[in-house]
């Protein structure tokens, strides 16, 4: 079992940064896929970004060029940087790990971008 702890959200004016972070304890293998998946009200979840143990990397156009995924493997933590945000963004984010046929999901943070 795989256990996520998500921390970082909040409320933020558009225009402005967060920082979430995602730290994943229990049995971790050392091939995984660790990302953010968001899902704002009356929609359905969708993929922010991913990334490999190796560091490669798969992000959606809406947020490339604004949001930065990475991870320290040695601390099974992911990151996600998001700048520039907007309103759009407003969305429960959720931390995912993929191994082997196994997929954990964290309980989701919220973030806001509002004036």
């Known amino acids: 079992q795989v256990q996520l702890a998500e921390s970082g959200g909040g409320l933020v004016q558009p225009g402005g940064s967060l920082r979430l972070s995602c730290t994943a304890s229990g049995t971790i293998f050392g091939n995984n896929v660790m990302g953010w998946y968001r899902q704002a009200p009356a929609k359905q979840r969708e993929l922010v970004a991913t990334?490999?143990?190796?560091?490669?990397?798969n992000s959606a156009d809406s947020v490339k060029g604004r949001f930065t995924i990475s991870r320290d493997n040695a601390k099974n933590t992911v990151y996600l940087q998001m700048n520039s945000l907007k309103p759009e963004d407003t969305a429960v984010y959720y931390c995912n790990v993929r191994q082997l046929l196994d997929n954990y999901w964290g309980q989701g943070t919220q973030v806001t971008v509002s004036s």
């Open positions: 990334i490999t143990t190796g560091g490669n990397t």
